[in-house]
Nanobody, 126 residues
């Protein structure tokens, strides 16, 4: 069983920055593709970013490209989401998730992710 715990959310003004962290325990972290998703009030959960096993490859939703950076530390079993130039539309509950069933495939599909954290709230004020 894999446990994921997000932290680092908070209230920030537009244009500001935050770094989200996701701590993983259980299983073999270095063999999980790790994704970040978010869900705004009244909206469906959406893909934000994904990083492969070794951190060498990443992908992003168009809405965050150039502003967000995903990274991981396999020695610490951590994955991070660095968010810059935040906008009010980035306000959401942010989740990290582990994909364990499709090898080193960087999926954008939340249905393919097996383990999820509880989420951390990010609120961006205008």
């Amino acid at each position: 069983q894999v446990q994921l715990v997000e932290s680092g959310g908070g209230l920030v003004q537009a244009g500001g920055s935050l770094r989200l962290s996701c701590a993983a325990s259980g299983g073999t972290f270095s063999t999980y593709v790790m994704g970040w998703f978010r869900q705004a009030p009244g909206k469906e959960r959406e893909f934000v970013a994904v990083v492969d096993w070794f951190g060498g490859n990443t992908d992003y939703a168009d809405s965050v490209k150039g502003r967000f950076t995903v990274s991981r530390d396999n020695y610490k079993n951590m994955v991070y989401l660095h968010m810059n130039a935040l906008k009010p539309e980035d306000t959401a509950l942010y989740y990290c998730a582990a994909l364990i069933r499709f090898g080193n495939y960087m999926s954008h599909d939340e249905k393919q992710y097996t383990y999820w954290g509880q989420g951390t709230q990010v609120t961006v004020s205008s």
